[in-house]
């Protein structure tokens, strides 16, 4: 089955400091990386996701790219803010609502004022 | 909507008590499934469900039941708790779309507290 390592598990900046969290996955076939935030005592939410045939997706501050052949790709958050400081997972799966992603293991952003 | 609905939020057992984690959605999601939650382990999947009267394991499933009677619910029983399943529990839903997007709708989590 699919497996997704996510690096750091913790990363602390100072607000206005941009952010990078990685994930690598292992199975070839996975075509569908979404991103969730999820802020203490909450539910996880979708923030932004990114499909096989894009290399680059931006959504204001928050940007994914994804290196197919390699395996792995990145969230960027610039201009970090402290309402940014939540826990973030990345997944990896097959698109289509039947696939079930498998999660990484979380990054936990401290934005320091 | 309401969305995805959890019940209890909150629940104290002795080790071999038995209950049932209630989720509920009302979006018409043909998909839903059931994820725990522990510090540094990120959100493994227990369970999940492709449709009415069909269901399937996850990654950590033993120790779990589930059943899929109606599009709407997804309840998770656990039959002989654990302390190893002090845990905060997720149900999500997702549906197909033409452009294969895969969003998980979380429902708000069961804190879970095995004694």
């Known amino acids: 089955g699919e497996n997704v390592e996510q690096h750091p598990s913790t990363l602390s900046v100072q607000e206005g400091d941009s952010a990078v969290i990685k994930c690598t996955y292992s199975?070839?076939?996975?075509?569908?990386f979404p991103w969730y935030k999820q802020e203490l005592g909450k539910r996880p939410q979708l923030i932004i996701d990114?499909?096989?045939?894009?290399g680059e997706k931006k959504d204001q501050r928050i940007a994914v790219t994804l290196n197919k052949t390699a395996k792995h790709f990145s969230l960027h958050i610039t201009e970090t803010q402290p309402e940014d400081s939540a826990v973030y997972f990345c997944?990896?799966?097959?698109?289509?609502?039947?696939?079930?992603?498998?999660f990484g293991r979380g990054t936990s952003l401290i934005v320091h004022p | 909507n309401a969305g995805v609905t959890q019940t209890p939020k909150f629940q104290v057992l002795k080790t071999g008590q038995s209950m049932t984690l209630q989720c509920a959605q009302d979006?018409?999601?043909?998909?839903m499934s059931w994820y725990r939650q522990d510090p540094g382990m990120g959100l493994r999947l227990i369970h999940y469900?492709?449709?009415?009267?069909?269901?399937d394991q996850g990654e950590v499933p033993n120790g779990y039941n589930v059943s899929r009677s109606t599009t709407e619910d997804f309840p998770l029983r656990l039959l002989s708790a654990a302390p190893s399943q002090t845990s905060v529990y997720f149900c999500?839903?997702?549906?197909?779309?033409?452009?294969?997007?895969?969003?998980?709708?979380f429902g708000p989590g069961t804190r879970l507290t095995v004694l």
């Open positions: 990114i499909r096989s045939n894009v």
């Open positions: 469900s492709v449709g009415a009267g069909i269901t």
């Open positions: 999500a839903s997702s549906y197909s779309t033409g452009g294969g997007k895969n969003e998980q709708f």
């Open positions: 997944a990896a799966s097959l698109s289509g609502g039947s696939y079930i992603p498998t």
């Open positions: 979006m018409n999601h043909e998909y």
């Open positions: 199975d070839s076939a996975s075509n569908y």
